[in-house]
């Protein structure tokens, strides 16, 4: 058996197992969520520091004090993060409001291309048929789903405020420790003759920035794009679009095809004659992101199977949503480092 084909398998052998240990345990998720909660803010706070711990070496690199370079990059980041905030913010929740609104219209202008595209794919379950009946059914219980879980961090009012006033000052206690942090964990492993230990963290850490830096830059100047150019040819609600855009092009794969789908649905359902027009946009969209912008940027793109991938999109999207599908490739990329170095993917 090929040696790829004998990893694949061992992986997804593995992953199976878990997968049924997650839903056999069904309080370990509850437990997860617990868990995370309360870690919230520091959770964020590492993040945050770090992504930002490389600017803040370049901005020290200028003869400017560690600690000080530490407060310029976090304040800077907090500006541009709230003033993004204020001017985008009030612009979603409209936006998606005026979807939400007029849902039964969007369908029953498709409900047409939907009953040919049924008679095509009469031989699934009349529950899985895309009919119009089908989709508003989803489409208003996402909805109504999405306004639940308002109301739930409505009533969680005061953790949502304590974390976000937190998370800042957590990050510049995190980036002032950082140097510390990665000196002290270096020299403990290296001390205890753990080097290759320390080896796996240098490779994992290596990778992890090579793949939230390049994804992020590519989300946010994908989406500023699409939102233009979707502005340019009329297209409705382009703001949300756009950031529909930038985000489902992280899943890898399947996600420009979501992503792109779902805008095509809506301009079929809005104004027809300009789907033309919208295509040609998503498409040179793909062709600018896979030609010009990732290349220019650390690729967010890890190498291993697609299978692999699209495994740890299903189940962490069936697990986590779309937040799961976001995060798989990393969590495959270190899953993957860790089995490698433990023997269990070894020839």
């Given at each position: 058996m090929?040696?790829?084909?004998?990893?694949?398998?061992?992986?997804?052998?593995?992953l199976i197992?878990?997968?049924?240990?997650?839903?056999i345990?069904?309080?370990?998720?509850?437990?997860?969520?617990?868990?995370?909660?309360?870690l919230?803010?520091?959770?964020?706070?590492?993040?945050?520091a770090?992504?930002?711990?490389?600017?803040?070496?370049?901005?020290?690199?200028?003869?400017?004090?560690?600690?000080?370079s530490?407060?310029?990059?976090?304040l800077?980041?907090v500006?541009i993060?709230?003033?993004?905030?204020?001017?985008?913010f009030?612009?979603?929740?409209?936006?998606?409001?005026?979807?939400?609104?007029?849902?039964?219209?969007y369908?029953?202008?498709?409900?047409?291309?939907?009953?040919?595209?049924?008679?095509?794919?009469?031989?699934?379950?009349?529950?899985?048929?895309?009919?119009?009946?089908?989709?508003?059914?989803?489409?208003?219980?996402?909805?109504?789903?999405?306004?639940?879980?308002?109301?739930?961090?409505l009533?969680?009012?005061?953790?949502y405020?304590?974390?976000?006033?937190?998370?800042?000052?957590?990050?510049i206690y995190?980036?002032?420790?950082?140097?510390?942090?990665?000196?002290?964990?270096?020299?403990?492993?290296?001390?205890?003759?753990?080097?290759?230990?320390?080896?796996?963290?240098?490779?994992?850490?290596?990778?992890?920035?090579?793949?939230?830096?390049?994804?992020?830059?590519?989300?946010?100047?994908?989406?500023?794009?699409?939102?233009?150019?979707?502005?340019?040819?009329?297209?409705?609600?382009?703001?949300?679009?756009?950031?529909?855009?930038?985000?489902?092009?992280?899943?890898?794969y399947?996600?420009?095809?979501?992503?792109?789908?779902?805008?095509?649905?809506?301009?079929l359902?809005?104004?027809?004659s300009k789907?033309?027009?919208?295509?040609?946009?998503?498409?040179?969209l793909?062709?600018?992101?896979?030609?010009?912008?990732?290349?220019?940027?650390?690729?967010?793109?890890?190498?291993?199977?697609?299978?692999?991938?699209?495994?740890?999109?299903?189940?962490?999207?069936?697990?986590?949503?779309v937040f799961?599908?976001?995060?798989?490739?990393?969590?495959?990329?270190?899953?993957?480092?860790?089995?490698?170095?433990?023997?269990?993917?070894?020839?």
């Amino acid at each position: 058996m090929d040696k790829t084909l004998q990893k694949i398998i061992k992986i997804i052998g593995i992953l199976i197992i878990c997968y049924l240990l997650y839903l056999i345990f069904p309080t370990i998720k509850g437990i997860l969520y617990w868990f995370i909660k309360i870690l919230m803010p520091f959770i964020i706070g590492f993040v945050g520091a770090y992504l930002l711990e490389p600017l803040v070496e370049k901005l020290s690199k200028y003869k400017i004090n560690y600690k000080v370079s530490v407060i310029i990059i976090v304040l800077i980041f907090v500006v541009i993060t709230s003033i993004l905030g204020v001017i985008l913010f009030p612009k979603m929740v409209e936006q998606i409001n005026l979807l939400g609104q007029n849902i039964p219209v969007y369908i029953q202008n498709i409900s047409g291309y939907l009953d040919l595209l049924c008679s095509k794919l009469d031989f699934l379950p009349e529950e899985f048929l895309p009919s119009a009946e089908n989709i508003q059914h989803y489409l208003i219980k996402l909805f109504t789903n999405a306004t639940s879980n308002t109301s739930i961090i409505l009533e969680n009012i005061t953790f949502y405020l304590v974390t976000i006033f937190i998370s800042p000052i957590l990050t510049i206690y995190f980036l002032l420790e950082f140097k510390k942090i990665t000196s002290f964990i270096k020299q403990e492993l290296l001390k205890r003759e753990k080097e290759e230990v320390y080896q796996t963290l240098v490779e994992i850490n290596k990778t992890m920035r090579s793949y939230f830096s390049g994804v992020i830059v590519v989300m946010i100047v994908l989406s500023l794009i699409a939102t233009i150019l979707f502005s340019v040819i009329g297209v409705e609600l382009p703001l949300l679009w756009g950031i529909i855009i930038g985000i489902t092009n992280i899943i890898p794969y399947i996600g420009p095809y979501i992503g792109g789908a779902v805008v095509v649905l809506f301009v079929l359902s809005t104004s027809a004659s300009k789907v033309i027009s919208v295509l040609i946009v998503i498409v040179a969209l793909q062709i600018i992101e896979s030609n010009f912008i990732t290349p220019n940027i650390q690729s967010k793109k890890l190498k291993t199977s697609p299978i692999l991938v699209l495994l740890f999109v299903s189940i962490f999207g069936e697990i986590m949503g779309v937040f799961g599908m976001i995060i798989a490739i990393p969590v495959l990329s270190i899953f993957q480092i860790l089995l490698n170095k433990i023997g269990i993917l070894e020839n």
